[in-house]
């Protein structure tokens, strides 16, 4: 099927330690893969995308690569931050018809203490 | 740029109620989403509108739903006779120019039924 799998949270680490999220989708044809961000009390948020094999998205200190070889699109910070506790979403497009919908993980909830 | 605004931002209704959302795009925004997120779950697509068309609907969207973006600029979603399964926060996010086009999601509707 057509899915985006995240590992399960809530991921917690402390200060300035090093971060991974990982993604993985299914998917038919060369989808455009994102990291979307979601602060207490806030909206969604884009964080980075890449949209094709080998691309590399990066924002705030952040990185995805897009691996096509492994189907994933793993989030990676070298030192986080407490301001960076949120939950993150990775999500691909999804290209039937003409929408460019986008299909989510269930997000992975971070928590990092001081 | 304002961003994408909905209003209201949270409703409380009683079961068989009808309710309708608004959502206002980024203006010249030409592509609409509307996403439903449960608690711990990423967000799912609803449906899209390519200005007033709208060109695809998901089967989450049962046939007490309806969505309208009747001048190609704002949409509503409406509600009928709500059940509590449809307690969740309804997302819309617009465009530009393209369906792949990054998306930039609005604060959400919360809706509880009681």
């Known amino acids: 099927g057509n899915s985006v799998t995240q590992m399960e949270g809530p991921v917690t680490l402390s200060e300035e330690a090093f971060l991974t999220i990982n993604c993985t989708y299914t998917a038919t044809g060369y989808p455009s893969l994102f990291w979307y961000v979601q602060y207490p009390g806030e909206g969604l948020q884009l964080l980075l995308k890449?949209?094709?094999?080998?691309d590399k998205g990066s924002n705030k200190g952040f990185e995805a690569t897009y691996r096509k070889e492994t189907t994933s699109f793993h989030l990676e910070k070298g030192s986080v931050q407490v301001s960076d506790s949120a939950v993150y979403f990775c999500?691909?497009?999804?290209?039937?018809?003409?929408?460019?919908?986008?299909?989510f993980g269930q997000g992975t909830t971070l928590q990092v203490k001081p | 740029d304002t961003g994408v605004s909905q209003d209201p931002r949270h409703k409380i209704t009683k079961r068989g109620q009808n309710v309708t959302f608004r959502c206002d795009p980024i203006s010249e925004h030409n592509h609409l989403y509307w996403y439903r997120q449960t608690l711990g779950q990423g967000p799912e697509f609803l449906t899209y509108f390519q200005n007033e068309a709208q060109l695809e609907k998901s089967r989450l969207l049962s046939d007490r739903f309806s969505a309208e973006r009747p001048k190609g600029s704002f949409s509503t979603l409406e509600i009928q006779r709500t059940e509590q399964g449809d307690s969740a926060m309804y997302l819309c996010?617009?465009?530009?120019?393209?369906?792949?086009?990054?998306?930039?999601f609005g604060p959400g509707t919360r809706l509880t039924v009681l």
């Open positions: 999500a691909r497009s999804s290209y039937s018809g003409n929408t460019g919908k986008l299909i």
């Open positions: 890449a949209t094709k094999a080998d």
């Open positions: 996010a617009s465009s530009l120019g393209l369906p792949t086009d990054t998306q930039y």
